[in-house]
């Protein structure tokens, strides 16, 4: 779940007619996987005392909660989430990978038991695998994988419903600040660039799991506190474009990456770059984002002046004014709202690797707020 962030700091009559032609044309363009502003939450079930899931579906529609990410296609939560109208971003774990991208026959039969057999659950995307680090051995069967699925969708007749992408660290970036100057290192472009050239071809927003907590941790010398809180009044000016806080600057980083790692080869032939120049850089869909709440900090030294960022007022002050900006669009696509899933609906005990991993959750166990969160 963590993320890298390389931060530094950077040195102009229309018709009625022509409007409307112009306002008919944003409408027709509206798709499947249109951004809207509503904030999901990410269950995540790695909790010794958790609620069980028809409690969990009760409480996302009690605070209008109306997107939900699950890792994987737990029947219990499927079967809850029946009939409630949230839409559901589900996983696959890495581990089942393999059998998906071996065979086609495989990607169908999950496809049919894990989408087909819950005609009333809201599918919007499914995950193929989350953060999967590219020295591992799951991934190189992430792109065929997500083929495979793809293709099971169209079978059933769902391909024109469920998107289906992967959720990626953003320390894929080689270079992330000023934004403009983003790009992938060149060790992953096996892994990422044809998971881009993908998403691209078939309308899909790649997921991007975006932590400015864990990026003011890794660079308290250079990034204010206050600038990783995305709090109003604390921009600063990056590669000679303003922006408010970390969160739009990491993810138009993404967006920057993205579009280098499109841009046509001089090697490839005029018409296959000229009809990949016409499709639009795929959207980041913000897969993960929040702020721990650990009862014992890191063991890494604050920047004088700035106090300790592991409390739970800083978290109520990050997921707060996060609701907030994500409605507004980053300075490379303004006004387009940023879909956006909060880790974690829960604190996770059983949750592996460093203790601040397991504090991420706005709710208690017992379904109150750990603090003050309002969706709308």
């Known amino acids: 779940m963590a993320n890298s962030f390389s931060f530094s700091m950077g040195t102009c009559r229309k018709n009625l007619l022509s409007t409307i032609m112009i306002m008919l044309g944003?409408?027709?363009?509206?798709?499947?996987?249109?951004?809207?502003?509503?904030?999901?939450?990410?269950?995540?079930?790695?909790?010794?005392?958790?609620?069980?899931?028809?409690?969990?579906?009760?409480?996302?529609?009690?605070?209008?909660?109306?997107?939900?990410?699950?890792?994987?296609?737990?029947?219990?939560?499927?079967?809850?989430?029946?009939?409630?109208?949230?839409?559901?971003?589900?996983?696959?774990?890495?581990?089942?990978?393999?059998?998906?991208?071996?065979?086609?026959?495989?990607?169908?039969?999950?496809?049919?038991a894990n989408i087909v057999s819950y005609p009333n659950v809201k599918f919007r995307y499914i995950a193929v695998g989350n953060e999967v680090n590219t020295s591992s051995k799951y991934a190189p069967f992430v792109f065929p994988a997500m083929q495979h699925i793809y293709n099971a969708l169209g079978e059933a007749g769902l391909g024109s419903q469920i998107a289906v992408s992967t959720s990626i660290k953003t320390d894929l970036l080689e270079k992330s600040s000023p934004p403009s100057d983003g790009v992938f290192k060149s060790s992953v472009s096996w892994y990422i660039k044809p998971i881009v050239e993908f998403l691209r071809d078939t309308n899909a927003p790649l997921l991007a799991n975006v932590y400015p907590y864990f990026a003011y941790m890794n660079d308290m010398e250079n990034i204010n506190l206050s600038f990783a809180l995305l709090q109003p009044n604390s921009g600063v000016v990056l590669g000679c474009v303003y922006y408010d806080n970390l969160f739009y600057a990491i993810v138009d980083a993404v967006y920057s990456a993205m579009e280098k790692i499109l841009?046509?080869?001089?090697?490839?032939?005029?018409?296959?770059?000229?009809?990949?120049?016409?499709?639009?850089?795929?959207?980041?869909?913000?897969?993960?984002?929040?702020?721990?709440?650990?009862p014992k900090p890191p063991p890494k030294p604050q920047r004088v002046g700035d106090g300790d960022i592991n409390t739970v007022e800083n978290a109520r002050i990050y997921n707060n004014n996060l609701m907030r900006i994500v409605k507004k669009g980053t300075p490379k696509r303004p006004g387009a709202p940023i879909e956006t899933y909060i880790f974690a609906m829960f604190d996770e005990d059983l949750k592996p690797g460093p203790e601040y991993e397991r504090h991420f959750g706005i709710f208690l166990p017992d379904g109150q707020p750990k603090y003050p969160l309002r969706f709308y």
């Open 26 to 112: 944003l409408l027709i363009t509206i798709s499947r996987h249109s951004t809207v502003a509503e904030v999901g939450v990410c269950y995540g079930r790695l909790g010794s005392n958790l609620p069980c899931p028809e409690a969990v579906v009760a409480l996302y529609k009690q605070n209008n909660i109306t997107k939900m990410r699950l890792y994987d296609p737990d029947p219990p939560t499927l079967r809850a989430l029946g009939g409630s109208g949230i839409e559901l971003l589900v996983g696959i774990p890495e581990a089942d990978l393999p059998d998906l991208a071996q065979c086609q026959c495989h990607a169908n039969d999950w496809v049919h």
């Open 263 to 294: 841009a046509p080869s001089s090697s490839g032939s005029s018409t296959t770059a000229a009809s990949a120049a016409t499709k639009p850089t795929p959207k980041v869909t913000v897969s993960e984002s929040g702020h721990s709440t650990p």
